[in-house]
Nanobody
């Protein structure tokens, strides 16, 4: 059973930083590729960043490239999203997702098998 729980969201001023965490209570975390998606009010859910099973390959949406960093610690069953230089347009609910096809990154939410409940990130101007 995979249970993903996000944490670390909150309210921050533009230019600030936040670090999101996603923990899995199961024992098979390192079998999955992981990703972060976000959904702003009135908008569709969009891809943010992804990382392969080993952590050797990462991929970012153009809108966050150079500002966000995805990483994982398989020993801790956790994946992280370090968000720097935050902008008001980064405001959204951020979701962690896991994909059984662990060696390939996908930007499509329908290709992910497990989802967390989301954590709110609000960036004030």
């Amino acid at each position: 059973q995979v249970q993903l729980v996000e944490s670390g969201g909150g309210l921050v001023q533009a230019g600030g930083s936040l670090r999101l965490s996603c923990a899995d209570s199961g024992r098979t975390f390192n079998n999955f590729a992981m990703a972060w998606f976000r959904q702003a009010p009135g908008k569709e859910r969009e891809f943010v960043a992804a990382i392969t099973r080993s952590g050797s390959i990462t991929y970012y949406a153009d809108s966050v490239k150079g500002r966000f960093t995805i990483s994982r610690d398989n020993a801790e069953n956790a994946v992280y999203l370090q968000m720097n230089s935050l902008k008001p347009e980064d405001t959204a609910v951020y979701y962690c997702a896991a994909r059984r096809v662990a060696y390939f990154i996908s930007v499509h939410d329908y290709e992910y098998d497990y989802w967390g409940q989301g954590t709110q990130v609000t960036v004030s101007s």
